[in-house]
Structure formats: structure tokens, C-alpha cells
């Protein structure tokens, strides 16, 4: 599974979101279709599709506001269901 080099956002909630790829690691795998060794007329493809986590995150701005998936729970007043 191939995986990335990042630079993005860290938010108050902890969550961390991506703004910039800035290079993929091969992983040199058959079966992964992001990999320079996956064959380009793979039949009926099932291989690896997804990267893995990323190699390295590189924080390049820090908020303490929450990400857009917490504002809703955390910040704007959500009500329990009944």
C-alpha cells in the first residue's frame, strides 16, 4: 500500500486535514494499483486501491477552531436524540 507526504491543517478538535500532497511512497507492490509495478491492462482488477496512512504529516497552519465534522457535535449546541 503506497503512502503519502502531506501538509494541511490541524484543528482544535484534533483532527488533521490535508491542503497540499506533496509526493507519494511507492510501496513496489503488484497489487496496488498506485504503484509503478501495477500492470496497466490488470484484468478484472480487484488490487489495492486506497493509500495507506500518511508517511509524514507536515503541519503548516494550527486553528483552534473545530473541523467542519466536529462543529455540528462539539461546537453548535447538537441535541441528544430521544
Known sequence: M???ETEGTK???????????LKKI???????IHSVYHPRNCPDCHCERYFGPDARETITHR????CVSCQY??????????
Do not use: I, M, S
Not at 26 to 32: H, I, L, R, S, W
Not at 63 to 66: G, L
Open 26 to 32: 511507492d510501496c513496489y507492490n503488484q497489487y496496488c
Open 63 to 66: 486553528t483552534a477552531d473545530y
Open 2 to 4: 503506497c503512502n503519502l
Open 73 to 82: 457535535w462539539f461546537k453548535d449546541g447538537a441535541c441528544q436524540r430521544r
Open 11 to 21: 484543528f482544535g478538535c484534533g483532527h488533521y486535514k490535508v491542503t497540499r500532497k
